[in-house]
């Protein structure tokens, strides 16, 4: 079907040699995003492309699409797509068309698709205008893609809009859109971050069957080296907009030369074997043990709010259904159905499962943030207050470190507001006193108060979302997804924290996830949560080692982890 | 050939942390400026009005019917002492102007100032509590919105002049303009507050305030309120004209200031009965002064608007 001539065997599909991206205005000296970096990809080859935030993998993609944002141009080095030679003398990609030469395939399939037009008219515009195909042409190429990507009943499906999908079909409707003009190259930036474990591995699976039957070269651009290790062939392992590491998966994953490879391998949570810690630098200080010794103090010394049990009895919580206006009542989603559940002093629950199964929703019942429709919470023996309250007791630390802080409160300010609201500071100099403290303990500096959360990455926003949560001193901490939205080396310096302060102060954690792998290293017991009901509840190492239930054996098959490759041996003080 | 400076813009770059909302440093047009000069000096001029106006257009005593309607002083038959001349109660124009901006920013202000304080906090009391709180508020902002301003303003003041006699003087009418404008302006911000309030109620950081068991009030005025204000600060600007027109028609149909202490639209209005038999300059002069001022002010808060969008990207 293809309608032009597919290079000659040997051609790489991709060629970069020693490119160079910079950002910077003029009169400024340039922040190079992308340094001399090269990589080939052969056809029918996956070459990853990781690193983390800021190290330049999505620039490089970005360029060779030709999606450069103004300040940014390509200064030095070349780029041949296919045997054809782009022309980067004016700072961008002459001579590139996206969508013939270069197929993409982004992040969020909710949004790469227009919501305003059908699959198909979509799928053959592009194919209209590239090729030149009739209508009818289109048309028919459209439906034999919709076969290839694998979507069921692809006559009905073609006529549907973007939002009758899932999300998982309409990632593979983007694929499909992408291999449309039979691009020699396809770039894949993040194609699976946004989906659930089970729709990641069905994705995967189709580009590494698309790679292998049509010959065509794709650039997987990833931070997740589990992906990486499933599907690519060679590996390019990024650090601040440098090439540092390059090679075959196997080799580069299981015998990482460059020390930075090695910590980002090492920093990547094991789904085979628990270990106390993960690898991360130390970030043990004297002023930090100081202020934790205060903390551990001041939250052992406080007998007002001792416990931390958790008892949650067949909880059901309801979406929708409810209305004020008469005769205007929808239909409620129980979104949980009957969980129940208990918490001890001291441990750290988890919480897994896939999105939409009800984990957030437990979380937010527990924390006051939704209403049960029926069932009870008890902490430490006390059922939550009409309002659905615990006071100080019980505090939450949330996904996204961006939106978790007040972006108009100074951190200083942000930290001693709940401690002065509980009265845990006679006056306004203590409260900002026992603020820097929690900033040292979660291993920032005090000054860090004096700023703006604007002024921090994401890893350091989360640390203030920890010391905020700590300041009211409460015997229990919700946990939702604390670490998904870091990169690996922060992540596993955050779980770190979280375990560390859970020794230091005997506080008890709901730790939610869908991340098997950082649970596993994270948690005393699991639930597995599927369709608002726990399916399985067992110790870490027993989830592990003997799932029962069904769905938890096929969540733990699809985990995609480092297994694949030989890893070095756990450290020594493995458990 | 390849001159770096064609791209020169400033767009955000890729940057580790990316901090939103940075200063962007921009240049300010001319036409701001020059709208912002303006807006300030008729401003200046107005509060300074007992200071440097040559002649007290409130003191009834001081006017000369003898003086009454004398043309503008470079006009042939003017007099150095009035510079836009005399109306028909021989009272210093450009006093009587100077006096009567005053009166009309200061009942623009003064109506964009409760309009604003009532709809923001109504909005964020619906936007935040949601359920029948929200239902009626934005109900009850509905049925005011389906009225025109003007209906409504001749409404309220129509009422209150017939409940309460005083409400002509000069002492109280301002206070009826100020409602009677307010009441159908704080629905705008009411709606703005709310869905901007709605927004910020999901973000994390008003969830952690919550589970931190702080009191709604508490989440309110000091979590959310600072962060939906941009806006409100945009839609005052523009209000601010539309206020000072309203009280202007207001006047000039006779339900608002008193003769005796004219806002700019009551000059219109003394003015307007003059403008055929060749007396122009009554109504010609506040009216021009209005308008420089409404456009003065919808310059700078058109700009304003641009300026706190966050999707504007610098050309």
New interface residues.
């Given amino acids: 079907m293809s309608s032009r001539p597919r290079p000659t065997a040997g051609v790489p599909a991709l060629d970069i040699r020693n490119l160079t991206v910079e950002?910077?205005?003029?009169g400024e000296p340039p922040?190079a995003?992308v340094l001399d970096a090269s990589l080939t990809i052969m056809p029918g080859e996956i070459h990853a492309l990781v690193g983390e935030?800021?190290a330049g993998k999505?620039?490089v993609g970005n360029a060779l699409m030709g999606l450069l944002?103004?300040?940014?141009?390509i200064t030095a080095g070349g780029i041949t797509i296919g045997g054809k030679a782009v022309d980067t003398?004016?700072?961008r990609t002459e001579g590139i068309t996206p969508g013939l030469d270069v197929g993409a395939i982004f992040q969020d399939p909710m949004t790469s698709l227009n919501p305003l037009f059908t699959i198909e008219s979509q799928l053959c515009e592009t194919m209209r205008h590239h090729l030149k195909l009739s209508r009818a042409a289109a048309q028919a190429r459209a439906l034999e893609l919709m076969r290839a990507v694998g979507i069921p009943e692809p006559e009905r499906r073609l006529k549907c809009y973007p939002h009758q999908l899932s999300g998982g079909q309409r990632q593979r409707v983007v694929i499909a859109a992408a291999l449309s003009c039979d691009p020699q190259l396809i770039v894949a930036d993040e194609p699976t971050t946004a989906l659930d474990v089970s729709v990641q591995a069905q994705i995967l699976k189709l580009i590494r069957a698309l790679a292998d039957e049509r010959g065509v070269g794709v650039l997987l651009v990833t931070h997740n080296m589990g992906v990486v290790a499933q599907v690519a062939d060679t590996v390019t392992i990024m650090l601040k907009g440098r090439v540092v590491e390059s090679g075959p998966v196997a080799q580069v994953l299981g015998a990482p030369r460059h020390p930075y490879a090695r910590s980002l391998i090492g920093a990547v949570p094991r789904i085979d074997v628990r270990m106390n810690r993960l690898q991360a630098p130390s970030e043990a200080t004297p002023a930090a043990d100081a202020a934790r010794e205060i903390v551990r103090k001041q939250m052992t010394a406080d007998t007002a709010a001792a416990g931390g049990a958790l008892e949650v009895e067949n909880l059901v919580v309801e979406y929708g259904g409810r209305s004020?206006l008469p005769g205007r009542s929808a239909k409620a989603f129980r979104a949980v159905d009957g969980v129940s559940f208990t918490v001890q002093p001291g441990e750290i629950f988890g919480l897994v499962g896939e999105s939409g199964c009800g984990k957030t929703t437990v979380a937010n019942a527990i924390?006051?943030?939704a209403t049960p429709k029926d069932g009870a919470i008890r902490l430490s023996g006390r059922e939550i207050g009409a309002r659905g309250?615990?006071?100080?007791a019980?505090?939450?630390v949330?996904?996204?470190p961006y939106?978790?802080?007040?972006?108009?409160?100074r951190v200083s300010t942000a930290l001693s507001?709940?401690i002065a609201?509980?009265k845990l500071a006679a006056t306004r100099a203590e409260a900002a006193e026992d603020a820097a403290v929690l900033l040292e303990a979660v291993g920032l500096d005090r000054s860090a108060g004096e700023r703006f959360p604007?002024?921090?990455?994401?890893g350091?926003r989360q640390r203030i979302?920890i010391a905020?949560?700590l300041g009211?001193r409460p015997r229990f901490m919700?946990c939702d997804e604390p670490t998904s939205s870091l990169d690996v080396s922060v992540q596993a310096q955050i779980l770190n924290l979280l375990k560390d302060l859970r020794d230091l102060t005997g506080l008890s954690m709901l730790f939610i996830s869908h991340d098997l792998a950082v649970v596993r290293q994270m948690c005393d017991r699991i639930a597995v949560m599927q369709a608002g009901k726990i399916v399985e509840l067992a110790d870490a190492e027993t989830l592990f080692r003997a799932p029962q239930h069904a769905y938890t054996r096929e969540l733990l098959s699809l985990a995609p982890s480092l297994d694949s490759i030989a890893r070095a041996p756990a450290p020594a003080h493995g458990a | 050939m390849s001159a770096p400076s064609i791209e020169a813009a400033p767009v955000l770059a890729e940057a580790p942390a990316p901090a939103p909302r940075k200063r962007r440093r921009m240049r300010i047009p001319a036409s701001v400026i020059g709208g912002a000069v303006v807006v300030l000096v008729i401003g200046l001029a107005a509060a300074l009005a007992p200071w440097i106006a040559p002649h007290n257009p409130l003191d009834v005593g001081s006017f000369d019917l003898l003086n009454a309607e004398m043309p503008p002083a470079f006009m042939a038959e003017g007099d150095s002492r009035f510079w836009l001349g005399t109306d028909n109660q021989g009272r210093d124009l450009f006093s009587a102007m100077l006096y009567g901006a005053r009166v009309s920013i200061a009942i623009g202000g003064g109506a964009v100032l409760v309009a604003a304080t009532v709809g923001v906090i109504l909005g964020l009391l619906a936007g935040y509590l949601g359920g029948w709180v929200d239902a009626l508020i934005m109900r009850v902002g509905d049925v005011i919105l389906s009225l025109p301003t003007i209906l409504l303003a001749l409404l309220v003041s129509g009422v209150a002049r017939a409940v309460f006699p005083e409400a002509g003087t000069a002492q109280w009418a301002p206070v009826i303009l100020i409602g009677a404008i307010a009441i159908h302006e704080w629905v705008q911000y009411a709606r703005t507050v709310r869905a901007a309030t709605m927004v910020e109620s999901s973000k994390d950081y008003v969830r952690a305030a919550r589970v931190m068991g702080l009191p709604s009030i508490r989440i309110m005025a000091r979590h959310i309120l600072p962060n939906v204000l941009s806006p409100v600060i945009v839609i005052a600007t523009i209000n601010l004209a539309a206020a000072v027109l309203t009280e202007a028609t207001l006047s000039f149909l006779g339900v608002g200031m008193p003769p005796t202490y004219p806002s700019l639209g009551t000059l219109i209005r003394i003015g307007n009965e003059f403008v055929f038999s060749g007396i122009w300059w009554i109504a010609t002069f506040p009216a021009a002064l209005l308008v420089v001022l409404v456009l003065g002010v919808n310059i700078v808060g058109d700009w304003l608007r641009d300026w706190f969008n966050p999707k504007r990207q610098a050309r």
């Fill in positions: 950002y910077g205005q003029p922040m995003a935030s800021g999505t620039t944002q103004a300040p940014g141009r003398r004016t700072g004020w924390a006051g943030l309250k615990h006071g100080r019980l505090q939450m949330f996904q996204d939106s978790a802080l007040n972006p108009r409160l507001e709940p609201f509980y604007h002024a921090f990455s994401g350091q979302a905020r949560a009211p919700v």
